[in-house]
């Protein structure tokens, strides 16, 4: 009943929403003569504050129309290359004389299954297309997946893992390099020891993780702390609902985008109402580069989808409250995961100093569980100075940390093509 309360909540209010645009627009009308008035910049204000904390914010874009490759520009084109069910594999082509000829290594970036969109890296997408033929996982809405099209798991992401590794290699001849930025460093790990395993010609040539919970009991977090402080049956009966008619998951089970958002905002809410107060007074003083960057932030931030309750209650279970990768007990379709079969991809693990979601330490563990991996083909960094958003995105991931994953991408390439 919580999804059908939540739909119900948000028709009912509606027609408010839709007489506070009107009236907004109305106060904010050249041709209305008191729209330069301290009262009616307070109310049109008011009007726009509450539609945006109480609109649906849709999936976002990315919006990367062209990058500057030497000293042309090259033109990028979205192309969705391979679907399954739950996902697909957006490729970003570049088009035009900058990219005409180039052989660039293919990267396949792994977006976080963690409530946002696969647009949340942006940024990281941007930064890696000058010198990288890049590709992404753009995961569904669970609410927009049919009932028929089965569940979807920990296991079943990771056969999805190796299936796109496998598809990439076919498409250029080559092993590709894998960067899984926070949640997916578990599949990642996994989907890479059964790739090393069983001698896969397809498996990456480098794993880079970024801000990946692979043990969580190092340096714990608060979203560590709330994953373990309530036994599992808790999240099955207070977190799970089933996606109301007329969505195409109707009746499917998850963990709700809206119960998610909630959990978010939580654990900053003084840093969330102290953004919101100041939007309130850029807008009623016409600041529009502050009210503009506010809004691409939280219209990124606020859209957010549901996750399929098999593969929370699994994250929840096997990733935070039994750490079974890192004690050595993860199981895949029955059979225990051991990464010490990774010998030949070279792993790169970043965090970020002041990560409040994942702790330091807790993606520098991989390198613990790969004893047979050479240190030739290792490399841990530390970025001083960032939280976890940092880690993928901002100044300091385009300065300091993007450059030593390319760098760390070429150095591989070749010793791991074969």
């Known amino acids: 009943m919580l999804y059908h309360a939540y739909e119900l909540t948000h028709a009912a209010i509606s027609p408010m929403r839709t007489a506070a645009r009107l009236s907004q627009e109305a106060l904010t009308n050249p041709l209305n003569p008191f729209a330069p008035s301290y009262g009616a910049?307070?109310?049109?204000?008011?009007?726009?504050?509450?539609?945006?904390?109480?609109?649906?914010?849709?999936?976002?874009?990315?919006?990367?129309?062209?990058?500057?490759?030497?000293d042309d520009l090259?033109?990028?084109?979205?192309?969705?290359?391979?679907?399954?069910?739950?996902?697909?594999?957006?490729h970003f082509k570049r088009t035009g004389k900058a990219a005409k000829g180039r052989k660039d290594t293919p990267v396949l970036i792994i977006a976080p299954m963690s409530g946002h969109y696969a647009t949340l890296l942006r940024g990281t997408v941007k930064q890696m297309l000058p010198d990288h033929d890049v590709y992404i996982t753009d995961w569904t809405d669970a609410r927009d997946v049919p009932l028929t099209e089965g569940e979807f798991d920990l296991d079943d992401y990771t056969d999805y893992l190796i299936d796109q590794c496998r598809f990439l290699f076919e498409r250029h001849g080559e092993r590709p390099a894998v960067m899984a930025v926070c949640q997916p460093g578990i599949p990642m790990m996994v989907a890479a020891t059964l790739m090393a395993a069983d001698k896969d010609p397809a498996r990456p040539s480098s794993v880079t993780l970024m801000g990946s919970p692979i043990d969580t009991s190092s340096n714990p977090m608060k979203p560590n702390t709330l994953a373990t402080e309530r036994p599992l049956s808790w999240f099955q009966n207070n977190v799970i609902v089933r996606v109301p008619w007329p969505n195409k998951g109707f009746l499917r089970q998850v963990y709700p985008g809206f119960l998610q958002l909630s959990g978010f905002m939580s654990m900053n809410i003084n840093r969330h109402m102290d953004a919101h107060m100041d939007q309130f007074q850029h807008l009623i003083v016409g600041d529009g580069d502050s009210s503009a960057a506010h809004r691409k932030f939280y219209?990124?931030?606020?859209?957010?989808?549901?996750?399929?309750?098999?593969?929370?209650?699994?994250?929840?279970?096997?990733v935070f409250q039994r750490r079974?990768?890192?004690?050595?007990?993860?199981?895949?379709?029955?059979?225990?995961?051991?990464?010490?079969?990774?010998?030949?991809?070279?792993?790169?693990?970043?965090?970020?100093?002041?990560?409040?979601?994942?702790?330091?330490?807790?993606?520098?563990?991989?390198?613990?569980?790969?004893?047979?991996?050479?240190?030739?083909?290792?490399?841990?960094?530390?970025?001083?100075?960032?939280?976890?958003?940092?880690?993928?995105?901002?100044?300091?991931?385009?300065?300091?940390?993007?450059?030593?994953?390319?760098?760390?991408?070429?150095?591989?390439?070749?010793?791991?093509?074969?």
């Open 74 to 90: 090259a033109q990028i084109e979205e192309e969705i290359v391979h679907s399954l069910p739950f996902c697909d594999l957006l």
């Open 41 to 70: 910049r307070y109310t049109a204000a008011a009007c726009e504050m509450f539609i945006n904390a109480t609109r649906r914010y849709g999936k976002p874009e990315f919006e990367i129309d062209a990058v500057q490759i030497g």
């Open 299 to 318: 219209d990124e931030y606020m859209a957010v989808m549901d996750l399929t309750a098999e593969f929370y209650l699994q994250t929840i279970d096997r």
């Open 324 to 418: 079974l990768l890192a004690i050595g007990e993860y199981e895949y379709r029955g059979k225990v995961i051991n990464p010490a079969s990774i010998t030949d991809i070279a792993l790169l693990t970043i965090e970020g100093e002041k990560d409040d979601i994942t702790g330091l330490g807790q993606t520098e563990a991989a390198h613990r569980l790969t004893p047979k991996l050479p240190k030739s083909r290792k490399e841990h960094y530390v970025q001083l100075g960032v939280g976890h958003y940092g880690v993928f995105n901002g100044s300091r991931w385009r300065e300091h940390i993007q450059p030593r994953v390319a760098s760390f991408i070429a150095k591989h390439r070749a010793k791991s093509s074969g």
